[in-house]
């Protein structure tokens, strides 16, 4: 059960003035409007999803670290296609080796995957202290001149820890997966199907985006089609599995992609705005660290308060998606 | 809706008088016609006609008449 959750966000800051610079005919406010995201933190040259984790972690643990027995980290951008990165942490956090630990390679649904994990560990007696870590340096996979991936996303690390005995309940799963929309949102040259001496052309779009098969490609319209299709079914299906209603679930945290998609999904779902939570405008899309960013946010801010209900719902690249019901103690 | 009445709400997206939007009209051709604003575009359709368009449809729209005859069997006449 969730007892604890722990963000760090670099200290470098790339803003909407800053990109506005860049791009000619785009003004700050402009951003803004399309985005919701006013800045966001990137990681310098050297700074890897491992640090930012790291950080995040440090900041959880206090005198607790040698009582961790499991491990998990959520990143599509780890230090080496091997080893593992969740080694590397295990060691540099001082955990003790009888820590297991593993990496899983999921974006914007990776948090709810993650829960889904650490809860199933916990009940199932195969651990009784989970930490789960969210990291990802999407900016260093981002080409200069793509404006349509690099006004959206940022770089950030959480951890949050999950005790047997006490914390935060989760329940209700709802977990999804669909191949078909890899291509949608992908980094083309970065496996083995792909290996970067193949030579892929670099293209450019209508609106002078720059697409290099080595950088992120994101088909924002094409992903905004999909989750029009996902999230109404993923919450419907949550709220089934818990055999309740949207009227008695007290607030709503969607991954956040950006302002202008949550906002018309709130909308379209008939979700009260004063329930619903955005938390993009100062460190962006941060993939897997988007709702530990918000929960953080809403604990800090008092509005989430004890007994709370939260729906926590994340979704995209993969396409994947998962979503369950949080309740707060 | 009507196809006037679909030319007025995407003219309002694109921030384009509708004048401008002939059946010919190249959709390329319009700045605002970036990643945002066919996501605007996608948003307006899902909430104006309550419809979600097949993968890729949007994509292959090359002119405001792709759209139109996209949409037709939605439209009123």
């Known amino acids: ?329 | 809706m009507t196809k006037t009445q679909l030319i007025e709400k995407l003219g309002g997206e694109l921030g384009i008088p509708p004048n401008k939007l002939s059946d010919s009209a190249t959709l390329a051709s319009f700045t605002a016609w970036d990643s945002m604003g066919r996501i605007a575009v996608l948003a307006m359709i899902d909430t104006e006609l309550g419809c979600e368009l097949p993968s890729g449809a949007l994509q292959k729209c090359k002119t405001v008449g792709d759209l139109v005859f996209l949409l037709a069997g939605k439209l009123e006449s």
């Open chain 1, 1 to 329: 059960m969730i007892s604890q959750i722990s963000c760090h966000l670099p200290n470098k800051i790339l803003s909407n003035d800053d990109l506005a610079r860049l791009y000619v005919g785009w003004t700050a406010e402009k951003i803004f409007e399309k985005t919701g995201i006013r800045e966001r933190r990137v990681v310098q040259d050297g700074e890897c999803a491992s640090d930012l984790a790291f950080a995040a972690a440090e900041r959880l643990f206090g005198e607790r670290k040698r009582e961790a027995d499991y491990l998990l980290f959520c990143t599509q951008t780890p230090d080496y296609l091997l080893p593992t990165t969740a080694c590397l942490l295990q060691h540099r956090l001082g955990l003790p080796t009888a820590c297991a630990a593993l990496d899983f390679n999921l974006g914007c649904s990776g948090y709810v995957y993650g829960l889904s994990l650490a809860n199933s560990l916990i009940l199932s007696g195969a651990a009784n202290r989970v930490v789960l870590l969210t990291a990802d340096t999407y900016t260093r996979l981002i080409h200069p001149q793509d404006k349509s991936t690099r006004t959206i996303f940022g770089d950030a690390g959480t951890a949050t820890l999950f005790c047997k005995e006490s914390g935060a309940r989760l329940h209700s799963f709802v977990l999804g997966s669909d191949g078909s929309g890899a291509e949608q949102l992908m980094v083309k040259t970065s496996g083995a199907r792909f290996p970067r001496s193949d030579a892929l052309p670099t293209t450019v779009d209508d609106s002078g985006n720059v697409h290099d098969p080595a950088c992120l490609y994101m088909n924002g319209p094409e992903i905004f089609n999909f989750t029009l299709k996902a999230v109404p079914n993923l919450v419907r299906e949550v709220l089934d599995k818990a055999g309740l209603s949207l009227d008695v679930i007290d607030m709503v945290i969607f991954h956040q992609a950006n302002a202008f998609m949550l906002e018309h999904l709130r909308r379209k779902l008939g979700i009260p705005s004063e329930k619903f939570v955005l938390n993009m405008e100062f460190c962006g899309n941060t993939v897997s660290s988007t709702i530990p960013l918000a929960l953080e946010a809403v604990v800090k801010t008092g509005r989430l308060r004890q007994g709370m209900k939260v729906l926590l719902a994340g979704f995209g690249v993969g396409y994947s998606w998962g979503g369950c019901i949080l309740e707060w103690n």
